[in-house]
Structures are given as structure tokens and as C-alpha cells.
């Protein structure tokens, strides 16, 4: 697919299924883009959505299926809105450290494929009000899913989600205890976590 450059062509991108329960135009919104009117649109179409699709299929989609209804707060970046964002002070990384990441049309340093999303689960919001308790969604997830790696925000306990070629599967947090949850090396990173998350749901797939 070639890079839209009609509304027609974005229509066409952004009706192109990526799992069962997502579409392309899932990802594209963006306040960045909005508000300073800078296009969110792929540069390469085809390596953003063979990236999305397996951060659908592979993560959002049991993510779904299992807490039900997830919120996207932040999907897919095209290196203009992003750029933008890095330069400007609105909560962007460089396109280099994105890449791979939000922007999924970009490989990173070592030629791997990524995408990323930051989502929220309104199952969490209902049921878990400490702190700390992003924790037990964290652990969760190590448990149970593929990812790449997890970044946890104090609102609403937004994370960003990543897939990649390459899962590093590293936790961090930005929340109370701030900083490395785990990474391979550390002693907690192997084993059962399931004493954090008691009475969660089984994996739903």
C-alpha cells in the first residue's frame, strides 16, 4: 500500500483489519496531530500494519478478550507528529527511541520491527485504587503475554504496550514504586507472580 494522499486512500487505511476487533483507524488519533495539524499517516503502510497487526493479534486481543473493553489513548505516530512532540515537550521520546515503538513504520537501530500503544483497562479502574496496584496488571501481563515491554503512567494507569521482533520484556513505571518493575537479570524477573494478581481472570485468548 502506498502512503494515502487523499482522504480516500486514508479511508482505505484506516478500514484495514488488523485483528478480530481492531482497525487501523483504531490508532490514529492523536492529539499532537490534531490540535497542530500535522497528518498522522504512515510513511511506509505496509510495515505499519504487518507491525500492528501483531501487536493486535498478539497482545491487545487477549488483553480484550480476557478485561474486556480496552481504551487507546495513544497508538500509532507518524516521525512528523512525534518529532513534533519530542521538540515541542508533549510526552514524546525522539524518533530515534520511538522507532520500533509508537512508530510503527520505522525499524530501530537493528533493523527489528515494533509497535506500540498506550492503553487503559477500565476493569482495573473499577476493581483497584492503591498506588501501587498497577503492579498486579504488570505482573499479569509478564506472565501471560509475549510483550516487549511495559511503561505504567500515574493517569488512569495508562501503559504503554509493545510488541516487538526482539521482546526484551522489560517493566518500568513512572507510579509508585517508580522505576525498573524488572528486566532479565534481575531476580524477580523469572517464576510465579500470581500472589499480585489473586482473583484476576484466566487468560482469555
Not at 497528518?39 to 474486556?68: H, K, M, W, Y
Not at 521538540?87 to 515494533?114: K, P, Q, Y
Not at 505504567?152 to 501503559?159: D, E, Q, T, Y
Request: charged letters at 25%; aromatic letters at 14%; a negative charge.
Amino acid at each position: 500500500m502506498r502512503k494515502p494522499g487523499s482522504m480516500k486512500g486514508l479511508e482505505d487505511l484506516g478500514r484495514v483489519r488488523l485483528s478480530q476487533n481492531f482497525f487501523f483507524r483504531d490508532f490514529l488519533h492523536s492529539e499532537i496531530a490534531d490540535f497542530y495539524r500535522i497528518p498522522n499517516i504512515p510513511e511506509d503502510p505496509d510495515l505499519a500494519i504487518e507491525a500492528g497487526r501483531r501487536l493486535c493479534q498478539e497482545l491487545l486481543e487477549p488483553l480484550e478478550a480476557t478485561f474486556g473493553r480496552l481504551h487507546i489513548r495513544s497508538g500509532y505516530r507518524s516521525p512528523a507528529v512525534n518529532r513534533f512532540g519530542n521538540e515541542n515537550n508533549l510526552n514524546c521520546s525522539t524518533n530515534a527511541a520511538t522507532a520500533a515503538h509508537h512508530i510503527w513504520d520505522v525499524r530501530d537501530f537493528d533493523g527489528c520491527m515494533g509497535a506500540a500503544v498506550c492503553i487503559v483497562v477500565p476493569w482495573m479502574l473499577d476493581r483497584y485504587h492503591d498506588e501501587s496496584d498497577w503492579q498486579r496488571l504488570a505482573w499479569w501481563i509478564h506472565d501471560h503475554l509475549p510483550y516487549a515491554s511495559l511503561c505504567f503512567f500515574p493517569k488512569l494507569w495508562a501503559f504503554n504496550i509493545q510488541w516487538h521482533e526482539r521482546p526484551k520484556r522489560v517493566i518500568q513505571s513512572y507510579i509508585s514504586p517508580r522505576g525498573i518493575l524488572t528486566k532479565p537479570g534481575m531476580a524477580n524477573w523469572e517464576g510465579d507472580h500470581s500472589e499480585w494478581y489473586e482473583g484476576f481472570p484466566a487468560l482469555r485468548e
